[in-house]
């Protein structure tokens, strides 16, 4: 997740903040609001079969009148970022029904933002605890659109408000909104790595490694500039600037080996490097219209070590 100076944090709330009560709360962030809105423009741009269906983060997040027109949002400058977005939301979305289908009944979303996993598919989630953590004004905002829009906040999904900038712990969070650490989990943490630093990165695997026998971790991250196909460069410059600009900025970036190490160092087995190439074959094979996803981003999955069979069973 994000960690803000507390300057940065103030400018936020002033800037997008809103009135409830007489308390400012804050909006998603900006980065949130894109992922949703690209996944929207998959559905309404890009011919079937869609990767991932995902239009109602557009409903949460309301945008105004003429969003589709922003330059962000035009349909084929992003061809390959949004490509990638959807790509990395079907992995995660495979390995939670994998999982739960092995009996895996808690899901950890980390900087969770607009996700709709809850909403679109209720009768998986409802087989299990759904937790959501980021931080606490934009989870404040997500439980009123929720509310709004006629979803509500079931009882199987937690929100876990972190106040990263205070020093909370995730984790703390997770178990006082009722994580069962015996249990394993899948844990998913899309779109956060370039924003932390190499040891709250470590740090983070550290704490997965620490869950139940049988967890699994799905990690997007950012590969450095120089792995980057050279057609897209301009592209991924362009977007290290804007994230400057908006005081997010990119700080982390990662070749396979090196995020595979980390994994394994922290005490991960079974890590693995899940490429763009390995995307493309997967989900966008035989494509009239050539979609893939970006070269600059790729995913890490990796297990805690495997409960014995025998004790799984007797379980």
Do not use: C
Request: charged share 25%; no cysteine.
């Amino acid at each position: 997740m994000k960690h803000y100076t507390g300057r940065r944090r103030r400018r936020i709330v002033e800037r997008s903040g809103m009135m409830t009560n007489g308390l400012r709360t804050a909006e998603p962030d900006s980065t949130a609001v894109r992922v949703a809105l690209w996944r929207a423009v998959h559905v309404q741009a890009d011919p079937p079969p869609h990767v991932f269906e995902d239009e109602l983060g557009l409903r949460l997040a309301a945008p105004a009148d003429g969003w589709p027109r922003r330059p962000d949002m035009d349909p084929s400058t992003t061809r390959r970022t949004r490509a990638s977005i959807v790509a990395r939301a079907r992995v995660i979305e495979d390995l939670v029904v994998e999982q739960a289908g092995l009996g895996v009944d808690q899901y950890v979303i980390l900087g969770a933002g607009l996700d709709t996993f809850a909403q679109r598919r209720p009768q998986l989630a409802a087989g299990m605890r759904v937790f959501e953590v980021d931080r606490p004004g934009p989870q404040e905002w997500k439980r009123r659109r929720l509310t709004e829009l006629g979803f509500g906040v079931p009882p199987w999904l937690r929100f876990v408000p972190v106040d990263f900038e205070a020093g909370e712990s995730w984790w703390q969070g997770l178990v006082g909104a009722g994580f069962d650490a015996g249990r394993p989990a899948v844990v998913a943490s899309a779109g956060v790595v370039m924003y932390l630093t190499r040891d709250a990165t470590a740090a983070t695997l550290r704490q997965v490694a620490a869950l139940a026998p049988g967890s699994t971790l799905a990690m997007s991250f950012m590969l450095p500039l120089e792995l980057v196909e050279p057609a897209e460069r301009p592209v991924r410059e362009a977007t290290e600037r804007a994230a400057r600009a908006a005081g997010t900025p990119f700080i982390s970036f990662f070749v396979p080996e090196e995020m595979l190490a980390l994994a394994r160092d922290a005490g991960l087995s079974g890590a693995r490097h899940v490429s763009a190439a390995s995307l493309a074959r997967r989900y966008f094979a035989g494509r009239s219209d050539g979609l893939v996803p970006s070269s600059a981003e790729e995913l890490l999955v990796a297990v805690t070590q495997e409960p014995d069979p025998e004790a799984r069973a007797s379980a």
